[in-house]
């Protein structure tokens, strides 16, 4: 199942997905190479945001998860190149944990649907248990079959606590989070946010439905609803603004870090092969079942710089 899911994995192709450069077997053991992203996961830029008292733009947070939907978008409409048949994948574990920033300014996804493994790793893998319990979306905890809007759920989910630093529920034990996920309301953002735009607290209400035939069918309409309320504000938000809130939460003293990209069109292409690349053969295969996650954390560890923010 691992070397099925990994080959689903290595299909994608987009830049706003971590590439899988290799995947496989060795003596019993399984592992997988990925593409370093020289920057900070949203768990770190939100700490960061909180223990600063900032508040960071909506339109920022808004193009975050934006290029978040796009990567996830390309990923569940894709097709077996043999069959012409979706392949119908599904990360199935969001978190502020997966999504990084780099220090070119752009959102990357990772661990694309191999997260629900991580149970069989060693106890010292840096992502608490309970973390992904807290992105599930209502029908995961029912038991029913997925689909697509379960990543939107929990993009919603990301994307209220950039806004807010907040979590939408705060439970001490599996059992009381899984009832509030299941029946208890969301605290509405603007109660943490009182100037958050309506425009945004509709989409966060229709992102974070408990009944998901009331949430976005998937990441191209709620990408079109954040693109949307972007283009309202007025203000372009640019690949160099999200590069300097990554400079700000973890300073680069690398002289060869590469410099955010020029403000431009968001389709500008970035290099898809680098430093990171280097530095994971130097490393060799990260294995991922059975106690080497060094790859694997120097993905999602690695960090990078000043956005404008307001106190709250």
């Not at 070397?3 to 592992?31: Q, S």
Request: with cysteine.
């Amino acid at each position: 199942m691992f070397l099925d899911t990994a080959r689903d994995a290595a299909r994608l192709t987009h830049p706003h997905l971590a590439k899988v450069f290799d995947f496989g077997e060795a003596d019993g053991t399984y592992f997988l190479a990925r593409e370093h992203i020289d920057g900070p996961g949203l768990r770190r830029v939100i700490k960061h945001v909180a223990a600063e008292r900032m508040t960071l733009p909506a339109t920022l947070c808004a193009r975050i998860i934006s290029q978040a939907c796009e990567g996830l978008a390309y990923a569940h409409d894709l097709t077996d190149p043999k069959t012409s048949q979706p392949l119908r994948l599904i990360h199935r574990c969001i978190r502020p944990y997966n999504i990084l920033l780099s220090r070119q300014g752009e959102t990357q996804v990772v661990d694309f649907g191999i997260d629900h493994f991580r149970a069989r790793w060693t106890p010292q893998h840096h992502i608490p248990d309970m973390s992904k319990y807290r992105y599930m979306a209502p029908e995961e905890i029912r038991g029913v079959p997925v689909d697509r809007r379960v990543d939107v759920y929990a993009l919603g989910l990301v994307l209220y606590e950039l806004l807010t630093t907040r979590r939408p529920f705060e439970s001490t034990s599996d059992w009381d989070l899984f009832r509030a996920v299941v029946s208890e309301p969301i605290v509405p953002a603007e109660q943490h946010r009182p100037d958050l735009p309506d425009a945004l607290r509709s989409i966060l209400a229709r992102a974070l439905a408990k009944d998901r035939d009331q949430r976005y069918p998937d990441c191209h309409a709620f990408r079109k609803d954040l693109e949307d309320f972007i283009r309202s504000v007025g203000e372009p938000v640019t690949p160099r603004q999200v590069a300097q809130l990554v400079q700000q939460v973890s300073p680069s003293d690398d002289p060869t870090a590469i410099a955010p990209a020029p403000d431009g069109p968001e389709s500008q292409a970035r290099p898809r092969v680098g430093r990171g690349w280097i530095l994971a053969a130097a490393v060799g295969l990260a294995v991922l079942l059975g106690g080497g996650a060094l790859l694997w954390k120097m993905g999602a560890a690695p960090e990078p710089g000043k956005v404008r923010a307001t106190p709250p």
